[in-house]
């Protein structure tokens, strides 16, 4: 696969990442481990079920402990760190830290082999994550205390593990991303051990409450880490991480669509940030000479 192909392969986690929001917020009121041991075990058992037209795919469970380390310390890690954030300090607040991550692969990014930093992918990244900081803060203000200082960190934890676990991940390009399908069945494991120590069992009380669990299994919390695994391994992944903060301006967009909030100036100069950091971060590509 081009490197090109793999980078737009990849942009297809943020597409469906777009869709969480959505998700989530019909599936009820379950608990956030909860969710994730339903929904990674929904996207786990999907990748799975592929084996059965591809036998070979499950010899990609024979790896490294390295290898394992990574990819279950990222996606669990990941979450973890940031369900903890948020129970530590105010949402609005948590998710901004935590949102740090798509700039920190842009700059963790220049210590790949092969891989060089330019100014416009640094910008590029700056204008995306102001963009994003609209969408986050919505019309609220931010106001650090000390008495939440246990929760930033978490989050701003959970920002370095999902950054460094896609950076690294290139370092392991030739493992096969039919071993995400373990990442996703250890992390459903991990996640409900949390889920019993932490959380309050509840069930989904209609069926589309249950088709929404579905979705994110199948999608944000599915199909999206493995073509992420695809993308940061194989594509451009500087443009990917700037291109990631359209994650929250889509989901926001697709609220907007499906009523659940209204079309504000925040919104469309958060698109506007956004657009413009991924085309300067995206300049190479996109404007290459021939």
């Known amino acids: 696969m081009s490197k090109p192909a793999a980078t737009l392969t990849g942009f297809i986690a943020v597409l469906l990442w777009s869709l969480l929001a959505l998700f989530t917020a019909a599936s009820g009121k379950i608990p956030p ?24 795919g499950i010899h990609a469970l024979r790896q490294h ?69 609209l969408i986050v803060l919505a019309g609220h203000n931010i106001d650090f205390k000390p008495e939440y200082t246990s929760g930033y960190i978490m989050a701003f934890i959970a ?19 039919d071993a995400v399908t373990g990442f996703c069945l250890i992390t459903s494991i991990l996640a409900f051990f949390c889920h019993l120590l932490l959380e309050q069992t509840i ?26 695994d695809i993308g940061v391994k194989h594509g451009d992944i500087q443009i990917l991480g700037a291109a990631s903060y359209s994650a929250p301006l889509l989901s926001t967009l697709i609220l907007v669509a499906s009523g659940f909030t209204a079309l504000s100036w925040t919104i469309m100069l958060a ?5 413009v950091g991924a085309v300067i971060a995206a300049w190479d590509m996109l404007f290459r000479s021939t």
């Open 33 to 56: 481990f909860q969710l994730a041991a339903m929904s990674f075990a929904i996207g786990g058992l999907a990748g799975a079920s592929s084996w059965i037209l591809r036998p070979h």
């Open 65 to 133: 402990w390295q290898v394992w380390l990574l990819g279950v310390g990222g996606l669990f890690g990941y979450h973890f760190m940031y369900f903890s954030a948020l129970r530590a300090a105010p949402a609005v607040d948590a998710s901004l830290i935590a949102y740090l991550w798509p700039l920190l692969i842009v700059v963790f990014s220049a210590m790949l082999p092969g891989e060089r930093l330019k100014a416009n992918h640094i910008i590029g990244a700056l204008s995306g994550f102001a963009g994003a900081g």
């Open 159 to 177: 920002a370095l593990i999902w950054s460094g676990y896609s950076v690294l991940s290139r370092r392991f390009s030739e493992v096969s991303t």
């Open 203 to 228: 069930w989904p009380q209609t069926i589309i409450q249950w088709l929404a669990i579905i979705g994110l299994g199948l999608g944000p919390v599915g199909l999206a880490f493995y073509v992420w």
């Open 271 to 275: 698109c506007l940030l956004i657009t």
